[in-house]
C-alpha cells in the first residue's frame, strides 16, 4: 500500500469515528427532548454545536457529519419549542450545565466532551500530515473547506470540558472561602489581563508577578507569606489559582463564541407549514377570545406597548397582589424590542433576521408585573467597614416575574421550570448585568428584562416558579449572602 493510501485511510477512520461519535450524541439528544421536551447537561452543547456553531453549507450532503446534524435541524421541536433550541451564550449554557448537574455528573459530561475532543485533535492531525485536503468529496465523503470546518467549530470540546472543570475547582474554593476573601480574590483577578491570567492558572511563581500589594508569596515550599500584613493563607492562595483559571478559560469560551457562532440556518418546508399553521391558530384564539365576550386585552399586548406605571398598578391590583412594602418598587428595565431580534428569526424560519421585511404582527406580548426588593447587604465585608447610622450602599435583594400565559393552558408539553434563561447583554458581557429571557413560544413573544448579573441563592425556597390553572407564571429569586428573609 502506497504511502498516501496509509495517510487517506487514517484521515478516513479518524473521520468516520468523529461523525460516529457525534451522531451518537445527537441521536440521543433527539430521543430526550421527544421524551421530555427539553436539552439537559451535554445535550445542551450537542444542541448549540449543531444547530448555530455548525455550518451546514460547509458539509458535503453525504458525509457522516452532515448526517448527524440534520435530525437536530429538521426536528419540528425547533418551531414547537422555539426556547430549546435559541441561541445563548456559550458562557451561559456552560454556567447552566454546571448548575444543574452533580458534580458526578458534570465530571460524566466532560469525559464526554473530553472523548470528542480527543477524536478532533486526532483528525486535526491526520489533515496536518496528509493530503486529505485534496481528496474529491466523492471519495471520502468530505473535502477539505469540510474538514476544515469541523476541525474549527470541534475546538468547543476541549473549551467547554476545560471550563466545566475550572468551575468545578472555583465552586469547591468558594465553598470553603469566606465570602470577605472571596471579594478581595475577585477584585484581583479582574485586574489581570489574559496573559496574566493564564500564567497565574497554570503556574503558581507567577503570583509574583500580580500587579497588587494585597498578595505576596514567599517562595518557600510553594507558601504564601503570612508574616506580613498582605500574606494570604494556602486556602485563598488556592483561590486565586481557581479564580484566575475560571475568568481565563471564560475569555476563551468567549472568544470562541465570537468567531464561530452563526446565525441558525432556515427552516425547511415541514417546519414553515408548521409555523403558518401555529400564526393561524393563535390569531384565531385572540379573536375567539374577543368574540366569546372576552376582553382580547387579557391574553396579552401589542408587541410595542410599552408598559407604565399605571398599567403595572392595574396588572397587580387585577391580580389581587398585596400593596407593594418598603424598599420594593414595580420593576420596569425591559428590554422592549427584544422581540425584534429574536421571535422576527423564528416566524420566518431563519430566512431573514430583518424584522422590517416581516414583523411577527400574529404574537403578542403577554400581560406583566414584576417587582424588585433593594437593601443592605450585611456581608463581613460590609460589617467591618460600614455601621447601622453609616450603612452601605443598598443593593437588589430579590427579583419577582409575574407574566400571564392563557393562550399556553392547553399546551401540556411546556416545561415552565425551563422557560426561561440568562443572556449577555447586547454590548457584551458585562459584569454587573445581564439577561433574563422569558421564552415559552407562540403565540407570546420573548421578554427580556436587564437584571444585576450576581449569584441566585440556592438554598431551599429561595427560587421560587410556579404556573398557575389561571396562565399566571411566577418566578422569584433571591440572590445568594442577601441576609434577606421574606
Not at 37 to 59: F, S, T, W
Not at 226 to 245: Q, Y
Not at 348 to 367: E, F, I, M
Request: overall charge negative.
Amino acid at each position: 500500500m502506497s504511502s498516501k493510501r496509509i495517510r487517506d485511510s487514517s484521515y478516513r477512520e479518524a473521520y468516520g469515528e468523529y461523525g460516529s461519535l457525534l451522531r451518537q450524541h445527537c441521536n440521543r439528544v433527539i430521543i430526550r427532548f421527544d421524551r421530555s421536551k427539553r436539552a439537559e447537561g451535554i445535550d445542551q452543547l450537542i444542541l448549540m454545536y449543531a444547530v448555530h456553531y455548525l455550518n451546514p453549507a460547509a458539509l458535503h450532503r453525504t458525509s457522516i457529519v452532515a448526517q448527524s446534524q440534520q435530525p437536530l435541524l429538521t426536528t419540528l421541536g425547533r418551531v414547537t419549542h422555539p426556547h430549546v433550541f435559541a441561541w445563548a451564550p456559550l458562557a451561559s449554557v456552560l454556567d447552566q450545565v454546571a448548575d444543574e448537574l452533580s458534580d458526578d455528573a458534570t465530571r460524566s459530561a466532560i469525559r464526554d466532551l473530553q472523548e470528542l475532543a480527543d477524536l478532533r485533535n486526532e483528525l486535526g492531525e491526520h489533515m496536518a500530515n496528509s493530503e486529505a485536503t485534496q481528496d474529491d468529496p466523492t471519495s471520502t465523503g468530505s473535502s477539505g473547506a469540510e474538514v476544515d470546518e469541523v476541525v474549527g467549530t470541534g475546538g468547543v470540546w476541549s473549551l467547554c470540558a476545560a471550563y466545566l472543570e475550572a468551575r468545578l475547582v472555583l465552586d469547591a474554593q468558594r465553598t470553603s472561602l469566606e465570602s470577605f476573601h472571596q471579594a478581595e480574590v475577585d477584585s484581583l483577578v479582574a485586574s489581570l489581563t489574559d496573559e496574566q491570567l493564564s500564567e497565574i492558572a497554570g503556574d503558581v511563581s507567577a503570583l509574583l508577578a500580580c500587579p497588587d500589594d494585597r498578595i505576596a508569596y514567599n517562595g518557600t515550599n510553594g507558601q504564601c507569606g503570612g508574616s506580613t500584613n498582605h500574606g494570604i493563607d494556602g486556602g485563598l492562595f488556592s483561590s486565586v489559582r481557581a479564580t484566575a483559571r475560571h475568568r481565563y478559560t471564560l475569555s476563551q469560551v468567549r472568544a470562541f463564541d465570537t468567531q464561530y457562532h452563526r446565525s441558525a440556518p432556515g427552516f425547511n418546508e415541514e417546519q414553515q407549514a408548521l409555523v403558518q399553521r401555529m400564526e393561524d391558530a393563535a390569531v384565531q384564539a385572540v379573536n375567539s377570545a374577543a368574540l366569546g365576550g372576552g376582553n382580547a386585552g387579557d391574553v396579552g399586548v401589542d408587541l410595542d406597548f410599552v408598559p407604565d406605571e399605571q398599567y403595572l398598578v392595574d396588572t397587580a391590583a387585577k391580580d389581587n397582589e398585596a400593596p407593594l412594602q418598603e424598599d420594593e418598587n414595580f420593576f420596569k428595565d425591559e428590554v422592549h424590542d427584544y422581540y425584534l431580534r429574536r421571535n422576527a428569526g423564528v416566524r420566518s424560519g431563519g430566512q431573514t433576521n430583518d424584522p422590517t421585511k416581516r414583523a411577527p404582527q400574529q404574537l403578542v406580548k403577554p400581560n406583566r408585573y414584576c417587582k424588585v426588593k433593594t437593601g443592605f447587604n450585611w456581608t463581613q465585608y460590609n460589617k467591618t467597614h460600614y455601621t447601622r447610622s453609616n450603612p452601605p450602599p443598598k443593593t437588589v435583594m430579590w427579583y419577582e416575574f409575574t407574566l400571564f400565559y392563557p393562550l399556553l393552558l392547553q399546551n401540556k408539553k411546556i416545561n415552565w421550570g425551563r422557560i426561561y434563561r440568562i443572556e449577555d447583554v447586547e454590548q457584551g458581557f458585562n459584569d454587573e448585568y445581564c439577561l433574563l429571557v422569558f421564552c415559552p413560544g407562540p403565540p407570546y413573544a420573548d421578554v427580556a428584562y436587564r437584571v444585576v448579573r450576581r449569584q441566585w441563592d440556592t438554598r431551599p425556597g429561595a427560587v421560587r416558579c410556579s404556573y398557575d390553572a389561571k396562565g399566571k407564571f411566577r418566578l422569584f429569586f433571591k440572590f445568594s449572602n442577601s441576609n434577606y428573609k421574606r
